[in-house]
C-alpha cells in the first residue's frame, strides 16, 4: 500500500518550512545556500508525490532536471560565497549591507 | 570809403592784442612784446578812428556801397558786417535782422576818439606802472586792458541795441575782471572785503541795471518792431508816451547801474580795488561813461518824455551832490577821486536831463582827461609811496615828485572849474542848461553849483593832504620815494595840456568865439537841444552865471586851502561841531550798510530758504522715492524668498521626507528583504484564498 500523497505533501510542506526558517535566520551564508536546497528539495518531493499520485512520469523528469540546475546553482552560489570571504574576510550577510538606503 | 570802410577793424586790433597776449604772452613774449603788441594795437585803433573821422567831415562826398549806407544830413556812415540774428519776416513784411553794424556820427567820433586817445596814454602809462610785476600778471593785465578797448568800442560804435548790449556786457566783465586783478588780496581790511569781493560787487550791481537796460531793449523792440538804434529814434513819433517813458526809464536804470547813478553807485568807490590805470581808463574815462553815451544817444526818446527827462536831471543832480558831500570827509586817495567821479557823471546825467547833450558829451569829454589825469597822477603818487593811499600819510610831496605835482595842480583845477581850463567849460555849459529847465531849473543850478564848490573844496583838501604840509610818512618810504618813469610822466603830460586845452573846443558863444563841439555834434543832437530849449539865449546873463560859478568854485577852493593849510585848528573845530554830520560822511551815510540791510539781507534769508527746501523738501521727495522703492524691493525680496522659494523648497522636502521613510527600508540585508517577500507572498495567497472563499 503505497504511502498517501497527503503525508507526503505534508513532510515536504515541514521541509520547506525548514528552509525558510533556514534562510530567515542564519547569518552563514553557507548554511543559508544550504537551507534554500532544503526548499528545493521540499519541491521536488512535491513532484514526485504528484508524479506518484498521478501516474505520470513528468514529474520525476522535472525533478532531475531540477536537481541538475541546483546542482549550477550551488556551484554559482559558493563561488559568490568564495568571492565575499576573499574581499570581505566574513561569510556573515548581516555584515554584508552596502545596498543599505 | 577811405578809412571809414576800415572802421570795423577799430575793435579787432584790440581784440587781436587780446588773444596774442592772452593765449601766448605769458609763455612765448618777453614783457617788452607784449607791451608792443598791446600799445600797439590800441594806437592802431586810435589812427583808424583819426583818420575815418577826419574822412567823415566830408560825408556828402561819400558814395554808399553795399554794407556801408550814408545818411549826409546826419553826418552818419553805417557800416553793416553781416547778419547776425536774421529773424525772418514782421507782420507788415519787412525783413527783420539784427546785424553786425557799426556807426560812426559825430558822437561816435567823439567817444572814439575819446577811448583810444585817452586808452592809448593809459596803456602807455601802465607800462611804467605795472612793470615791476612779474610775466604771466603783466601779460594778463595788457590782454585784459586790450579786451576792454575792444568792448568798449563796440559799444561805441554799435549801431543796433544788441550790439551796444555785446560791448556793455563786455565792458562789464573786463571791469569785474581789472577790478578784482589782484584777486588774492585784501581791499577793504574793515569790511573783510578782498579785491575779488570788490570785482563780484561791481559785475552784480551792474547786472541789476543789466535787467533795466535789457527789459528797456526788448519793450522798443516790441513796439517799434526793430532793435537798430537808428530804426528805434526814427518810430519814437509813432510809440505812445507810456511806451516811450517807460522804455527809457528802463534805459536809463541800465545807465544808471553802468555810470555809478544813485541808487546802483555802490559798486565805483569799490572798484578802486584794480590797478590805478584800470581806476583811471575804466572807472573814470570810460566805460563809466557808457551810460550817458547811451543816454545822449537815445536822446530823441528821452525828448519824448518829459517826466523820463525830469528823472534822468534829478538823478543826476542828487547823485553829483551826495557823492560829492561823501568826497569831503575820505581818507584814501583814489576814494576821494572815485566819489569825485560819481558825482561828475551826476554831472553829465543831470546835463542829458535838462537836454544839454552835446554839454553831457562835453562834460565827458574834459571829465576823460582831468579824471584820468588825476587817476594817473595818484597812481603815480601811489608808486612813489611804496603803495601808501592813506592821504593822512603824505603830505609835503611837491619837492619829492614836481612832474606829478605839476600836472595834478592842473587836473585840479581843471576839476574845480577854474578858467581857462577844460573842467571850467563843460561844468559851465551844464549849469547854465540846468537852470534854464522848468521847472526846477533854480533848484536844478544850485544843487549843481553847490556841488562844483564841493569839488572845488574836497579836490584842493585832496591836493594839499598829498602834496603839501609837513612830511607825515616815515623814513623808510622816503628812502624810496622817486619821480616815476618816463612812460608814466609823459602820458600825464600830455593828458595835462588836454586838460588845460581839452575845453577850447566848446567855448561859449557869448565870449565870442564858436562852440565848436557843439557844432560839430549839432547833426546828431542838435535838433533834441532845439527841442529842449526852454529859455533864450541872455548873453549879459550868462556872463554873470559864469563869473558866479567862477566865484563858487573859487570860494571852493579858498575855503579848501584855509581849512587844510591855513588853520587846520579850524577845521578841526568845524568838525567837531558838526560830528554827527562828519560821521555821517565818513561812513559814506551808511549806503552800503543798508543795501546790506533792505537788499542784501532779506536775499541771503530767501536763499537759506531755498537752500532749506532743497535739502528738506526736493531732497526730502526724492529720498522719499528711494524708500519707496527701498520697501517695495523688501517686500518683493521677502515674497520671493518665502513664498516663492518656499513652495519650491517645500516640494523638496516632501519628496525628501518620502525618500527618507523609504530608505529606511532598504536595510541592504538580505534576510530582511526575504521576510518582507515571504510575508507578501502571504498576504497575498492568504488573500487569494479569503477571496476564493474558503
Not at chain 2, 228 to 247: E, F, N, S, W, Y
Not at chain 2, 406 to 429: C, R
Request: aromatic residues 12%; hydrophobic residues 55%; glycine residues 10%.
Amino acid at each position: 500500500m503505497p504511502v498517501p500523497a497527503s503525508h507526503i505533501l505534508v513532510f515536504s510542506l515541514l521541509l520547506f518550512s525548514v528552509g525558510v526558517l533556514g534562510v530567515l535566520t542564519r547569518r552563514n551564508a553557507i548554511v543559508i545556500l544550504m537551507s534554500i536546497e532544503l526548499m528545493m528539495n521540499a519541491a521536488n518531493i512535491n513532484f514526485i508525490a504528484f508524479s506518484q499520485r498521478l501516474q505520470n512520469m513528468v514529474g520525476q523528469v522535472f525533478s532531475v532536471f531540477t536537481i541538475a540546475v541546483a546542482a549550477g546553482e550551488v556551484a554559482v552560489g559558493l563561488a559568490v560565497v568564495l568571492a565575499l570571504f576573499r574581499n570581505r574576510d566574513t561569510v556573515y550577510v548581516d555584515e554584508v549591507h552596502v545596498m543599505k538606503g | 570809403m577811405t578809412l571809414i570802410g576800415l572802421l570795423w577793424t577799430v575793435p579787432l586790433f584790440p581784440v587781436a592784442g587780446f588773444l596774442l597776449n592772452g593765449l601766448l604772452g605769458a609763455r612765448f613774449f618777453p614783457k617788452k612784446a607784449v607791451w608792443v603788441i598791446a600799445c600797439g594795437a590800441v594806437l592802431l585803433s586810435f589812427l583808424v578812428s583819426l583818420g575815418a573821422v577826419v574822412a567823415l567831415r566830408d560825408v556828402g562826398s561819400l558814395t554808399p556801397s553795399p554794407g556801408a549806407a550814408v545818411d549826409a544830413r546826419a553826418h552818419r556812415v553805417t557800416l553793416t558786417l553781416g547778419s547776425w540774428m536774421p529773424m525772418g519776416r514782421s507782420a507788415d513784411g519787412s525783413e527783420l535782422s539784427v546785424d553786425w553794424s557799426f556807426a560812426l556820427d559825430p558822437l561816435s567820433a567823439v567817444m572814439l576818439l575819446v577811448v583810444t586817445g585817452v586808452g592809448f596814454l593809459i596803456h602807455v602809462y601802465s607800462i611804467g606802472y605795472m612793470g615791476h610785476e612779474p610775466h604771466p600778471v603783466f601779460a594778463r593785465f595788457f590782454a585784459y586792458l586790450n579786451l576792454f578797448m575792444a568792448m568798449m568800442l563796440t559799444l561805441v560804435l554799435g549801431a543796433s541795441l544788441p550790439v551796444v548790449f555785446v560791448g556793455w556786457e563786455g565792458v562789464g566783465l573786463c571791469s569785474y575782471l581789472l577790478i578784482g586783478f589782484y584777486y588774492d588780496r585784501m581791499f577793504d581790511e574793515k569790511t573783510r572785503m578782498s579785491c575779488a569781493d570788490a570785482g563780484r560787487k561791481a559785475f552784480i550791481t551792474n547786472r541789476i541795471g543789466d535787467v533795466g537796460f535789457i527789459l528797456g531793449m526788448l519793450l522798443l523792440f516790441v513796439n517799434a518792431g526793430t532793435l537798430d538804434i537808428q530804426g528805434i529814434l526814427a518810430k519814437t513819433g509813432t510809440l505812445g508816451p507810456g511806451v516811450c517813458t517807460a522804455a527809457a526809464l528802463l534805459l536809463f536804470f541800465g545807465a544808471c547801474g553802468k555810470s555809478a547813478q544813485i541808487p546802483l553807485y555802490v559798486w565805483l568807490p569799490d572798484a578802486m580795488a584794480g590797478p590805478t590805470p584800470v581806476s583811471a581808463l575804466i572807472h573814470a574815462a570810460t566805460m563809466v561813461t557808457a551810460g550817458v553815451y547811451v543816454t545822449c544817444r537815445m536822446a530823441p526818446l528821452y525828448l519824448k518824455s518829459p517826466g523820463a527827462m525830469l528823472a534822468v536831471a534829478v538823478v543826476g543832480a542828487l547823485t553829483a551832490l551826495f557823492a560829492a558831500s561823501i568826497g569831503l570827509a575820505q581818507n584814501d586817495i583814489k576814494k576821494v577821486l572815485a566819489y569825485s567821479t560819481v558825482s561828475q557823471l551826476g554831472y553829465m546825467m543831470l546835463a542829458a536831463g535838462v537836454g544839454a547833450f552835446s554839454a553831457a558829451i562835453f562834460h565827458l569829454m574834459t571829465h576823460a582827461f582831468f579824471k584820468a589825469l588825476l587817476f594817473l597822477a595818484a597812481g603815480s603818487v601811489i608808486h612813489a609811496m611804496s603803495g601808501e593811499q592813506d592821504i593822512r600819510k603824505m603830505g609835503g610831496l611837491d619837492r619829492h615828485i614836481p612832474w606829478t605835482h605839476a600836472t595834478f595842480v592842473i587836473a585840479t583845477l581843471a576839476i574845480a572849474g577854474i578858467p581857462p581850463l577844460a573842467g571850467f567849460f563843460s561844468k559851465d555849459e551844464i549849469l547854465w542848461a540846468a537852470f534854464n529847465q522848468r521847472p526846477l531849473g533854480l533848484l536844478l543850478w544850485l544843487v549843481g553849483a553847490g556841488t562844483a564848490g564841493l569839488t572845488a573844496f574836497y579836490m584842493w583838501r585832496l591836493y594839499v593832504l598829498v602834496f603839501r604840509g609837513e612830511e607825515r610818512f616815515d623814513d623808510e618810504v622816503r628812502h624810496h620815494l622817486h619821480e616815476s618813469p618816463r612812460s608814466m610822466i609823459v602820458p600825464l603830460a600830455v593828458l595835462a595840456v588836454l586838460a588845460i586845452a581839452g575845453g577850447w573846443v566848446g567855448i561859449p558863444e557869448v565870449a565870442g568865439f564858436r562852440n565848436l563841439l557843439a557844432g560839430y555834434l549839432a547833426p546828431v543832437l542838435g535838433a533834441g537841444e532845439e527841442a529842449a530849449r526852454a529859455a533864450p539865449h541872455a548873453p549879459l546873463f550868462e556872463v554873470v552865471m559864469m563869473i558866479v560859478s567862477t566865484v563858487i568854485a573859487a570860494f571852493g577852493l579858498v575855503l579848501g586851502w584855509v581849512f587844510y593849510e591855513r588853520r587846520p585848528e579850524a577845521r578841526v573845530r568845524l568838525a567837531e561841531s558838526a560830528r554827527g554830520l562828519y560821521r555821517l560822511m565818513v561812513n559814506k551815510y551808511y549806503v552800503d550798510e543798508l543795501y546790506g540791510k533792505i537788499v542784501l539781507a532779506p536775499y541771503y534769508a530767501l536763499c537759506r530758504a531755498a537752500a532749506w527746501f532743497d535739502q528738506w523738501v526736493v531732497d526730502g521727495v526724492v529720498n522719499a522715492a528711494g524708500y519707496v522703492t527701498l520697501a517695495t524691493s523688501y517686500t518683493s525680496v521677502g515674497f520671493d524668498t518665502y513664498v516663492v522659494d518656499g513652495l519650491v523648497n517645500l516640494a523638496g522636502y516632501i519628496v525628501r521626507g518620502f525618500s527618507w521613510v523609504f530608505r529606511k527600508v532598504q536595510t541592504g540585508i538580505v534576510q530582511t528583504y526575504a521576510t518582507a517577500m515571504i510575508f507578501g507572498i502571504f498576504v497575498l495567497v492568504s488573500a487569494y484564498l479569503l477571496a476564493r472563499g474558503h
